[in-house]
């Protein structure tokens, strides 16, 4: 999936373009980064300091299919050709992981809080997909007014390609001294609760924001997204939910980006 960029951005900014430049449809592009909370099987669970300690930075390009150039006239507007977009994006994020709260400020001589204290993760992803936009205001509307705001919803799905690593500074994973007991059990097809790994999945990615018109040609965003992937190893750990409960769901994130947004001529 790593290897893919090349090729996914050929496809993203060229053929859309070529097949949409003569159907009246204008594009937009722009560039995102900021902060990425990935909540995992790393710590603590809904602890603050947790969240924030397990955070990373990701960054992306964005494309946005902007229909309401199609048939200019008043009579002829739509409701959607107003207030729906089409975002592709392709977006790639790091974060490093550790186990905090609770369960770390133990007894510091304790074998079990050395070992969680001890396990480190790290988690690489790359993104491929497309939500369906809708903007609260007027799009025509939105872009008539210099220093205005477009609030904005979306939904979507996408791929994703990850690359996680799990380790110790205790030793090597897997032996009784160093790997805390839960993580020793076979999960999900596992030989451990843990693993170093690649590999692809699906994810359902919800968006909610609003652009500023900084200029005629060119947008501020600021966009806080919820992304769920269809596998609980994004993270590098997945004790067995049928024995640790307590795993209930899949792996998730949070990333609060900013964007600028650049319209080309239709």
Do not use: C
């Not at 769920?228 to 980006?257: A, H, S």
Request: charged letters at 20%; glycine letters at 10%.
């Amino acid at each position: 999936m790593f290897k893919q960029i090349p090729f996914i951005l050929f496809l993203l900014f060229g053929l859309s373009n070529n097949s949409n430049a003569q159907q009246g449809i204008a594009h937009e592009i722009g560039v995102i980064a900021g902060p990425v909370e990935l909540r995992s099987d790393y710590g603590q669970r809904d602890n603050i300091g947790n969240n924030f300690s397990n955070s990373g930075f990701g960054i992306g390009i964005v494309h946005f299919l902007n229909f309401s150039y199609i048939q200019r006239t008043f009579s002829e507007d739509t409701y959607f050709k107003e207030h729906f977009k089409v975002r592709t994006e392709i977006s790639y994020s790091k974060s490093n992981l550790e186990h905090k709260g609770k369960y770390v400020e133990g007894d510091p001589n304790s074998l079990p809080v050395q070992q969680l204290k001890g396990m480190f993760g790290t988690t690489q992803l790359i993104n491929f997909g497309m939500q369906l936009e809708y903007n609260f205001k007027n799009i025509h509307a939105f872009e008539r007014e210099t220093g205005s705001f477009g609030p904005f919803i979306s939904f979507g799905g996408q791929v994703s390609g990850y690359k996680t690593e799990a380790g110790s500074t205790l030793g090597r994973l897997g032996t009784v001294a160093a790997t805390y007991p839960k993580y020793l059990t076979p999960s999900a097809g596992r030989n451990y609760g843990f693993s170093t790994e690649k590999g692809t999945t699906l994810s359902l990615v919800s968006s909610l924001g609003t652009r500023y018109k900084l200029t005629p040609m060119a947008d501020l965003m600021i966009d806080l997204r919820f992304q769920y992937f269809d596998t609980d190893w994004i993270d590098g750990l997945n004790p067995n939910r049928k024995i640790y409960t307590e795993n209930k769901t899949n792996d998730w994130l949070v990333w609060l980006n900013v964007g600028y947004i650049y319209y080309l001529d239709n």
